[in-house]
């Protein structure tokens, strides 16, 4: 197949979910790191902390400021929590965080301030492991694409296309007259996995080989929608799913969620949170293995 054709993500997709195991434990599925949050921006961590527990992660953790403590104890008290003081934070406790972790997703609502540019920084030249990077976490890296030379784990970018605007130096438009060129380009030039959200969303590969996907609806088109997605792709890696199985699983299972909520929810009333709650359902009928 030429590998600069546009495939499509199907429901065939389904076929790459990680297996459950009936004999098994929270830690059968591994453990997810959500970088996330600031002050006034708690949501951003809780949407992308609850959607990586709905993909089927065993644990998830939240690094944020201690400003969300209460807040994110009270709305996902499954969630660990390790907070921390922005003004003077302890390089050692964050530093823990990200060993912990077998997958870690930053940038939603982290901000723009220092702290949050030194925890990017901090993911991409320390975290070795599974790593999606989303939101301010791809604004950090804008005017540092030196960061992807020193990268030497697996990394999957979620960025819409003001995010790749600002990482490429273009303009939207420029950037939406083809998303799947562009986002084979990126993944090639940079070796990664770039899922370049859009209507359809296109995800680029190492290799220039470029997947489009074919569930979504423009009810999606919402404030926390792009968070659920980075939380599910963060989920299914931690789950041992390979990079890329893990990117279009998450592509269409995130559509998926999104066709069924605007089915009972409808389109104009649609929120990022019903795209978490309607997740089990995009898995629906996918069985368990022996022991």
Known sequence: MDRKKNRLIDQNILERLPVRKNRSNKGTYGKVLCVAGSLNMAGAAYLCAWAAYRSGAGLVRILTPKENRVILQTLLPEALLTTFDTEAPDQEK???????????????????????????????????????LDADGLNHLSGRMELFKDRKGPLILTPHPGEFGRLTGQSIPEVTEDIPGQAARFAEKYECICVLKDAPTAVGTPSGAVYVNTTGNHGMSTGGSGDVLTGIIAG???????????ALLGVWLHGRAGDLAAG????????????????????????????
């Open 94 to 132: 964050l530093r823990e965080a990200f060993a912990w972790a077998d997958a870690a997703a930053v940038g939603p609502g982290l901000g723009r301030e220092p702290w949050a540019g030194e925890l990017t920084r901090m993911a991409m030249e320390e975290f070795q492991k599974l790593l999606v």
């Open 264 to 291: 009972r929810e409808g389109t104009y009333g649609l929120m990022a949170r019903h795209l978490v709650e309607y997740l089990p359902g995009a898995v629906e009928n996918r069985g368990t293995a022996g022991l």
């Open 236 to 246: 299914l890696l931690a789950q041992k799913t390979k990079p890329l199985d893990a």
